[in-house]
């Protein structure tokens, strides 16, 4: 098992931009394919986003696409979530996952973080 640790929430402004980082525990990082979902209040988790063991495929959900951007450095074990253009909306937990099947469903994940707060003000 692998352990994720997310970083780099916070609040923003409707517009601003945040990066959220993931690192991962050991050497078998590029094994994985990654994942990052979120959870609004209230709301059940959805994915956002989901990158390929090198980074040759990459998923987004429709809300985020063309906005948010998702990547991968191998040789540091982290995969990040460049967040731009914000929108209220946005406000959730997200979660980094790790799995074997690049996937928009989090059943295929088996590895996730705690989470990290992201709260956009309008």
């Known amino acids: 098992q692998v352990q994720l640790v997310e970083s780099g929430g916070g609040l923003v402004q409707a517009g601003g931009s945040l990066r959220l980082s993931c690192a991962a525990s050991?050497?078998?990082?590029?094994?994985?394919?990654m994942g990052w979902f979120r959870q609004a209040p209230g709301k059940e988790r959805e994915f956002a986003a989901a990158?390929?063991?090198?980074?040759?495929?990459?998923f987004y959900a429709d809300s985020v696409n063309g906005r948010f951007t998702i990547s991968r450095d191998n040789a540091k074990n982290t995969v990040y979530l460049q967040m731009n253009s914000l929108k209220p909306e946005d406000t959730a937990v997200y979660y980094c996952?790790?799995?074997?099947?690049?996937?928009?469903?989090?059943?295929?994940?088996?590895?996730w973080g705690q989470g990290t707060q992201v709260t956009v003000s309008s």
């Open positions: 990158i390929s063991r090198i980074g040759s495929n990459i």
């Open positions: 996952a790790g799995g074997v099947l690049l996937s928009k469903s989090e059943d295929a994940y088996n590895y």
């Open positions: 050991g050497r078998a990082f590029s094994t994985y394919v």
